[in-house]
């Protein structure tokens, strides 16, 4: 018998003398080791949750008139709050967020790389009509505001005017509940801004108490240059800025760790609020585009520095490519063979049949995963202070990290490796990212807090999709509540679509 019934029926024997037996105000969680996400030890106590709402963490026997669910052998944490999803590309055909929910997360936070929902209170309007199974907050996007006010003419700095059309939009933006502006500098049309353009924008946005997030102008070639502008950012701006999937992701910036950090503790002795978010992965997943910064795809050298720097033949896999779907699955140097080419050759052939396609209309043409990080730095910069987990995933992607990231934080770098205790990667995952997000009422667990909650297994806890079957559920998530209901049970999405849209406070 699932222990649910024998729950109902305990609770039922109860009611009998007292006549006719009443509804449960909410359920009590007992005897779970619990991680409040303040980083403090684990302790066993009961969390008592009414409607969406947490309002005991208590010791003793529970109350009167609550289902009781005996959690013992588990974990309880606050539910995992994901500060870079791209949950929002696909969320209506997947509300159920299976690929969050298995994972323990609670709280997609999208718009990010630059692309927003636009308009935002459409958006937001949308989740309350047709509700999902996850808090949903965004920011707005600088490459979404770029499209509507330059369209196709974006392949140059905006003008002074083009910026205030942009500054009008972000308003309304910031007005419908944005979290702050976002870029999505090293893609189209974010790439071709200045950064003054950036500035400017972002100052809007820190006028209504809101946050920066960047993808980074560079992740590889000029990657000190991309992280002395998101600094620039934070210091004329003012406002709290973060990087998003933070990596050394080139040959020449393998190692760099401590020089990364010693910038990023300098800027915060200076006052610049910079935070950053992770995935533990070593390879990242994009389109083929972003390997030529300066978009000159009939470049030899920078095809060699791809290739050869960036990541490696071995090392750059095509998950998706409509022009020649055969390839699909196959590692550039595979499909070098295939042609009778060089990788950088292939490369370059690639992208131009890519761009050629994409030309006609055609969109989603291509995608790249690549290998191009060490172990060594990620599990460095996961430690550090200021650094959360996030997946960068999507409901229905290629890169595993979308199903399973959180529980290979836990399954691989936190039980297998002990790169952290287990406390500080609980608070890694929930209270940490809540404040930086700005999200003051999730993230713990105390009373008075929404209940977000995930029960799962420490000591079993692990990821389970790969490149080749990047959907593979994890095990190891026992139980998921949003806003006090159940989400995920037994491997499986409940049906249920209790999720918000979470407004900047
Ligand atoms: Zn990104």
Not at 19 to 39: H, I, M, N, Q, Y
Not at 244 to 251: F, P, T, W
Not at 340 to 361: C, H, N, Q, V, Y
Not at 437 to 460: H, Q, W
Request: charged share 25%; hydrophobic share 40%.
């Amino acid at each position: 018998m699932p222990r649910r019934m024998l729950v109902l029926l305990a609770l039922g024997l109860a009611a009998c003398a007292a006549t006719p037996p009443e509804a449960p105000r909410g359920f009590v969680l007992v005897k779970a080791s619990v991680l409040d996400g303040s980083g403090s030890d684990a302790r066993t106590v009961n969390v008592r949750v009414e409607g969406d709402t947490i309002v005991g963490v208590e010791e003793g026997e529970p109350p009167q008139g609550y289902e009781v669910i005996d959690a013992s052998g588990f974990t309880l944490a606050p539910g995992f709050i994901d500060p870079h999803s791209h949950g929002d590309d696909d969320l209506f055909d997947h509300r159920d967020a299976l690929a969050a929910v298995s994972q323990g997360i609670t709280t997609i936070v999208v718009g990010q790389d630059g692309e927003a929902p636009f308009p935002l209170a459409e958006f937001f309007q949308q989740l309350s009509t047709t509700p999902v199974a996850v808090n949903v907050a965004s920011y707005a996007g600088h490459g979404t505001l770029r499209d509507q006010v330059m369209g196709e003419d974006f392949r140059r700095a905006a003008t002074e005017e083009e910026i205030e059309k942009m500054r009008q939009l972000l308003i309304e933006e910031m007005n419908s509940g944005a979290l702050g502006f976002g870029t999505g500098l090293e893609y189209d049309p974010g790439i071709y801004s200045e950064r003054s353009e950036v500035v400017a924008l972002a100052r809007e946005a820190a006028s209504w108490g809101g946050r920066y997030i960047s993808h980074l102008r560079s992740e590889d070639r000029t990657f000190w240059d991309a992280v002395d502008e998101i600094l620039a950012v934070g210091r004329q701006a003012h406002l709290p800025v973060q990087i998003s999937h933070a990596k050394l992701a080139m040959k020449n910036l393998l190692g760099q760790t401590d020089r990364l950090i010693a910038l990023l503790d300098a800027a915060r002795a200076e006052g610049i609020e910079v935070n950053a978010d992770i995935y533990p992965y070593t390879y990242w997943q994009s389109t083929l585009t972003v390997l030529f910064p300066k978009r000159d795809f009939e470049d030899r050298k920078e095809a060699e520095i791809a290739v050869r720097q960036v990541s490696t033949p071995e090392g750059i896999l095509i998950p998706r490519y409509k022009p020649e779907p055969a390839y699909e699955g196959k590692t550039l140097a595979e499909i070098a063979a295939l042609r009778g080419t060089d990788p950088e050759e292939t490369l370059m052939d690639l992208i131009r049949e890519a761009e050629a396609m994409k030309a006609t209309g055609e969109e989603n043409v291509e995608s790249v995963i690549a290998t191009s990080m060490d172990e060594a730095d990620i599990e460095k910069l996961m430690k550090w202070e200021h650094m959360s987990l996030s997946t960068d995933g999507e409901l229905d992607g290629a890169h595993p990290r979308g199903f399973g990231t959180y529980p290979r934080f836990f399954g691989r770098y936190v039980r297998e490796r002990q790169v952290m205790a287990l406390a500080q990667a609980v608070q890694k995952t929930t209270s940490l990212p809540a404040a930086q997000m700005g999200l003051s009422n999730r993230g713990r667990i105390a009373p008075g807090l929404k209940a977000d909650l995930v029960l799962f297994d420490p000591g079993t806890v692990i990821d389970r999709a790969t490149p080749s079957d990047p959907h593979a559920v994890s095990t190891g998530i026992d139980r998921v509540w949003v806003n006090g209901v159940l989400v995920f049970e037994d491997g499986k999405t409940t049906g249920q679509y209790p999720g918000r849209a979470l407004r900047r406070e």
